[in-house]
């Protein structure tokens, strides 16, 4: 018998209740380590100072900066086709090629129902949970290869979503704990995943997207998958253009 799942309300997905799923010792410690630094800086002779070197680049102050990586994110709907064409011939192979330089952000597209905090999804209840169970991978693996893998894996048989078993073998072919999954997504009696949920659908709502799949590159429309097809794709919509474009804005920001 399979385990079911918390379906989400279609319209009304409103969370309930809150439940489910100096002593003498350390004045010694520091006298002696001022005296080991004192006697360091004492036997220290004048021709052994060190040269200074101007910072490089990355450099400010006597540390290294941080490195600014590249913003990335999708905005897609669990049980849209283009988000399947989306993940699997641009977003995952470009990002297995620059995840290191990039700051991925998964969203989703769908409605917030006021007064109830709920979400209506496009493709109905199912869908709602589908993109539950995908922000919740992300959630609990928070590394992008693994949990946009997973969400590829989803993909390819998004009108099976959320299908007990669809979710357990993309969570086992991704080392992912499908309790674990399932168990973010019942949190709070299910109102956990509703406010992951409504999070995400009202940003993809600030940021004015609303087609699955729209590509963002640093906060601008880069790409979008609609209908079958390509769109508004000013710099091309192939790997080779996506990442040629990371690499740029990588290298003008660091």
Request: glycine fraction near 8%; proline fraction near 6%.
């Amino acid at each position: 018998m399979e385990k079911s799942y918390p379906l989400p309300r279609p319209a009304t997905a409103s969370p309930t209740r809150a439940n489910v799923y100096q002593s003498r010792s350390v004045k010694l410690i520091v006298l002696l380590t001022i005296g080991i630094i004192l006697t360091v800086l004492h036997l220290q002779s004048p021709g052994q100072e060190k040269k200074l070197v101007p910072a490089g680049p990355r450099e400010r102050h006597g540390a290294i900066a941080e490195e600014t990586k590249v913003p990335l994110e999708i905005h897609i709907m669990s049980k849209c086709p283009d988000a399947l064409d989306c993940l699997r011939d641009l977003i995952v192979p470009a990002m297995s090629k620059t995840a290191s330089k990039v700051n991925f952000t998964l969203s989703y597209i769908g409605r917030p129902t006021d007064p109830d905090d709920g979400v209506e999804c496009m493709h109905g209840p199912t869908e709602c949970l589908g993109n539950i169970l995908e922000l919740c991978a992300a959630y609990e693996y928070p590394d992008p290869k693994i949990y946009l893998g997973f969400a590829l894996c989803m993909s390819r048989k998004y009108s099976d979503i959320p299908a007990h078993s669809l979710v357990q073998n993309c969570a086992l072919e991704h080392g992912m704990s499908f309790d674990q999954i399932n168990d973010c997504a019942s949190r709070e009696d299910g109102s956990f995943g509703i406010k992951l949920l409504r999070d995400s659908v009202t940003r993809s709502k600030d940021v004015g997207a609303t087609r699955s799949c729209t590509v963002r590159l640093d906060e601008r429309v880069r790409c979008v998958r609609d209908g079958g097809e390509w769109k508004d794709c000013e710099g091309g919509s192939s790997v080779k253009s996506l990442t040629g474009d990371i690499e740029h804005l990588y290298g003008e920001k660091n």
